[in-house]
């Protein structure tokens, strides 16, 4: 249709794509503005002619087509995005849901490699971002990863992490979440596995009174640093899903199978 590039530019209100609709009705069974009951339904006209409709432009899934596409731009790989992408992070985010924003903005990042939501009501959000934001959770959009190389496991958003557990996801916002991002900046999976590696030290006593070097440095900003790595630890080693960053490739699976079987 003419509105088709106009439509994927600016995007088309609700009550502009009502009133074509009204108006392709009206010229369809020549109303003349009257209200009549149609003899065929738009939708069995909107139907290729072999499957005996007249081939209509079916103006809601076109629109919801063209809405699909933005989508699938705006989930390209991080060198192919364009500039547009990037102002998006950062609306989605200005505009999630308000229980999410316990960590802040600056940490959410991509509703679809984290699971915080966005608010489709939200009155800063522009309108094309709305609609294909609503594209998205109609279909269900969502990462399905076959296989996941360890350096992007490890580049994974690390607050609201898709494999993160509920019940872990409470003590975001608590002083130990906001030390994490305050203190030590952690933002990602790798961060975090990198702050929770001295704990396997053999010089740390994990102790409150701890004089080893990495235990009483952290000790100046906050308390207790013991207690708050064994968070981390836990928080690194709970992500169930193949973008976790201790989550075994195909061929780690496999060479862990053959070993058990020669055993």
């Known amino acids: 249709g003419y509105?088709?590039?106009l439509t994927r530019v600016q995007g088309m209100p609700k009550g502009t794509e009502d009133t074509i609709k009204k108006r392709m009705d009206d010229f369809i069974w020549a109303k003349n503005g009257e209200r009549k009951a149609n003899?065929?339904?738009?939708s069995t006209l909107q139907r290729d002619k072999d499957e005996g409709g007249l081939g209509l432009l079916d103006i809601g899934a076109r629109n919801e087509a063209i809405d699909l596409m933005r989508l699938k731009t705006y989930l390209l790989p991080p060198g192919q995005r364009p500039v547009w992408c990037i102002l998006a992070d950062l609306l989605l985010a200005h505009s999630s849901v308000q229980k999410f924003r316990n960590v802040g903005e600056r940490t959410l990042r991509n509703p679809f490699l984290q699971t915080w939501r966005v608010s489709l009501s939200a009155k800063d959000l522009p309108s094309n971002l709305r609609h294909m934001m609503a594209a998205a959770y109609k279909y269900d959009t969502k990462f399905v990863a076959t296989e996941v190389m360890d350096d992007l496991k490890l580049q994974m958003p690390i607050w609201y992490h898709i494999?993160?557990?509920?019940k872990l996801e409470s003590i975001y916002g608590n002083t130990w979440g906001q030390c994490q991002r305050e203190v030590h900046d952690i933002m990602t999976t790798g961060d975090m596995l990198e702050h929770a590696r001295h704990l396997s030290s053999t010089d740390c006593s994990k102790r409150k009174?701890?004089?080893?070097t990495k235990c009483k440095r952290p000790r100046t900003q906050?308390?207790?640093p013991q207690k708050m790595q064994i968070k981390c630890n836990a928080q690194t080693g709970q992500p169930h899903c193949k973008m976790g960053p201790k989550a075994r490739?195909?061929?780690e699976r496999r060479t862990r199978n053959r070993r058990w079987r020669r055993r």
């Open 3 to 5: 509105t088709q590039y």
């Open 39 to 42: 003899t065929i339904a738009m």
């Open 163 to 166: 494999g993160a557990k509920e």
């Open 209 to 212: 009174n701890c004089k080893c």
């Open 222 to 224: 906050m308390r207790q």
């Open 249 to 251: 490739s195909a061929h």
